[in-house]
Nanobody, 127 residues
Framework: QVQLVESGGGLVQPGGSLRLSCAAS????????IGWFRQYPGKEREGVSC???????YYDDSVKGQFTISRDNGQNTVYLQMNSLKVEETAVYYC?????????????????????WGQGAQVTVSS
C-alpha cells in the first residue's frame, strides 16, 4: 500500500540546518507531486514547499531562500533541506502525496488534494 515515511528531524540550534527525507513506497514517485507541510502546536498544517513530477517547485514566502526541496525518483525519496532554522520554526513536518503530478497553489496556499500523508517528523530548534 502507499506509504510515506519522514526522517531526519531532531533537535538543532538556531541557525542550524536539517535535511528531512520522505521515503515513498507502494507507488511510482515520479508521477506525482509531493508537498511538505508543517504544523505548530494548536495550529493547522500549513504548506511549506512542493515539487511537481516535472520538478518545478513551490515555496511559501516564509521559507524562500531558506529551504530547498528536491526529489530522487530512483530512490523514491523527496528531500527538504532546511537552513538557518529559527526557534519559531519548531513544528512537526509532514510530507504528503498529491493525487496528480502538479503542485496546486491558489492565493499563496498550497492545495491538493493530498491523498496520503506521512506520520510526521518533529523538528525542534532550540539552544
Amino acid at each position: 500500500q502507499v506509504q510515506l515515511v519522514e526522517s531526519g528531524g531532531g533537535l538543532v540550534q538556531p541557525g542550524g540546518s536539517l535535511r528531512l527525507s520522505c521515503a515513498a513506497s507502494g507507488f511510482t514517485l515520479d508521477g506525482y507531486a509531493i508537498g511538505w507541510f508543517r504544523q505548530y502546536p494548536g495550529k493547522e498544517r500549513e504548506g511549506v514547499s512542493c515539487i511537481s513530477s516535472d520538478e518545478s517547485t513551490y515555496y511559501d514566502d516564509s521559507v524562500k531562500g531558506q529551504f530547498t526541496i528536491s526529489r530522487d525518483n530512483g530512490q523514491n525519496t523527496v528531500y527538504l533541506q532546511m537552513n538557518s532554522l529559527k526557534v519559531e520554526e519548531t513544528a512537526v513536518y509532514y510530507c504528503a502525496k498529491d493525487y496528480m503530478g502538479g503542485c496546486t497553489v491558489v492565493a499563496g496556499i498550497l492545495l491538493g488534494p493530498f491523498d496520503h500523508w506521512g506520520q510526521g517528523a518533529q523538528v525542534t530548534v532550540s539552544s
